[in-house]
């Protein structure tokens, strides 16, 4: 059962981190303070998560391929049944005449989500393959 509880607690850093904090992150994302430094904890945590290979992460895997490349729109629907049990959803989106996005959201284990991730990158036919990790925190 997750506890959200809110707690206080002071921290010391030099003035002139503060400052530049404030006048960049802080102002920019018009957070308060406690939502910024909050925001920046869970950012930190999603990747020692992913670092970890055996802690649960969700990631969000955009995918750019030529679907016109013999078997590539085949290997790509097998990879992701392989790895059925990390998949909560996809979208396809067709960006031209021969050129696909797919969007594949995860959620597990570091390591799974990592090997599905090395088998779309050895399908001949993926231009580009971005990925964005983060957790329930
Ligand atoms: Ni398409």
């Known amino acids: 059962m997750p506890n959200d ?4 607690f002071s921290i010391t850093v030099p003035e002139d981190l503060l400052n530049e904090f404030e006048e960049s992150y802080y102002s920019e994302n018009r957070a308060n303070r406690s939502e910024a430094v909050r925001n920046l904890m869970r950012g930190y945590i999603s990747g020692e998560r992913w670092k970890s290979n055996n802690k649960k992460v969700c990631a969000t895997i955009t995918l750019v391929y030529d679907h016109h490349l ?14 059925g049990e990390i998949i909560i959803c996809s979208t396809h989106v ?10 594949i959201i995860t959620k597990g284990l570091a390591d799974n989500i990592k ?6 990158k050895n399908i001949r036919g993926v ?11």
Do not use: G, W
């Open 70 to 83: 013999p078997e590539v729109t085949r290997k790509l629907t097998a990879a992701q049944h392989d790895s």
């Open 5 to 8: 509880e809110l707690v206080r």
């Open 127 to 137: 231009k580009s393959l971005n990925v964005n990790v983060t957790s329930e925190l």
């Open 94 to 103: 067709h960006l031209n005449h021969s050129t696909c996005l797919e969007c």
């Open 115 to 120: 090997c599905f991730i090395e088998a779309l």
